[in-house]
């Protein structure tokens, strides 16, 4: 299954959650995990959602910039990564090696 994963932050406003959810839903989308945060000091809005991308109705490259213009709306940065994409990473490893195995066997 590949999901998609939002990371978005914005002034904080009432509804938010429901819009973000709201512009998921109305691309068939399925939300799978959310979670949000309210900084109050300073009415920051954070939240992370992930979706499944199975019966979403938009193509993948059409996604960012129709989000782009919502996005707009509420004045927010943004991120998506798509959950197939494989990021290249390399493990500097120095005299001692029971590091690089304890990380080898949690993989």
């Given at each position: 299954?590949?999901?998609?994963?939002?990371?978005?932050?914005?002034?904080?406003?009432?509804?938010?959650?429901?819009?973000?959810s709201?512009?998921?839903?109305?691309?068939?989308?399925?939300?799978?995990?959310?979670?949000?945060h309210?900084?109050?000091?300073?009415?920051?809005?954070?939240?992370?959602?992930?979706?499944?991308?199975?019966?979403?109705?938009?193509?993948?490259p059409?996604?960012?910039?129709?989000?782009?213009?919502?996005?707009?709306?509420?004045?927010?940065?943004?991120?998506?990564?798509?959950?197939?994409?494989v990021?290249?990473?390399?493990?500097?490893v120095?005299?001692?090696?029971?590091c690089?195995y304890?990380?080898?066997?949690r993989?």
């Amino acid at each position: 299954m590949t999901t998609a994963t939002l990371l978005i932050s914005c002034p904080d406003q009432k509804g938010l959650v429901a819009k973000i959810s709201d512009w998921i839903f109305s691309h068939s989308g399925n939300i799978l995990h959310a979670a949000q945060h309210t900084d109050t000091s300073s009415e920051l809005f954070l939240m992370r959602i992930e979706w499944d991308l199975e019966t979403f109705d938009l193509a993948r490259p059409d996604i960012v910039p129709t989000f782009r213009q919502f996005a707009d709306t509420i004045q927010a940065k943004w991120q998506i990564h798509f959950s197939d994409y494989v990021r290249r990473i390399a493990i500097f490893v120095s005299k001692q090696d029971h590091c690089l195995y304890d990380l080898i066997l949690r993989q």
